[in-house]
Nanobody, 115 residues
Framework: QVQLVESGGGLVQAGGSLRLSCAVS????????MGWYRQAPGKQRELVAT???????NYADSVKGRFTISRDNDKNTVYLQMNRLKPEDTALYYC?????????WGQGTQVTVSS
């Protein structure tokens, strides 16, 4: 079955960095557009960054210049490098894989940024 498994979350001080990974199995990874989303307590899930199967990227305004999304099609993995983290980046971060008529989500990894 399809699995998206996130890792790399944790507790970090403001200004610090984390690298999230999402290992994908059960689908043809290179055909999927991939993305990272996040949900803070009491808020709706929001887009963080996406990367198409062709490598084009898109970022939420709040993370532009601080976060970088990338993918390794040989390892079936998508990454999110997060630098200069802020307390408002605290959330549960989800990996998403999308293609026409299919949409898959991971279970999420918690990122907590202390001030």
């Amino acid at each position: 079955q399809v699995q998206l498994v996130e890792s790399g979350g944790g507790l970090v001080q403001a200004g610090g960095s984390l690298r999230l990974s999402c290992a994908v199995s059960g689908l043809i990874f290179r055909l999927y557009d991939m993305g990272w989303y996040r949900q803070a307590p009491g808020k709706q899930r929001e887009l963080v960054a996406t990367i198409t199967r062709g490598g084009s990227t898109n970022y939420a305004d709040s993370v532009k210049g601080r976060f970088t999304i990338s993918r390794d099609n040989d390892k079936n993995t998508v990454y999110l490098q997060m630098n200069r983290l802020k307390p408002e980046d605290t959330a549960l971060y989800y990996c998403n894989g999308r293609i026409v008529l299919a949409d898959y989500w991971g279970q999420g990894t918690q990122v907590t940024v202390s001030s």
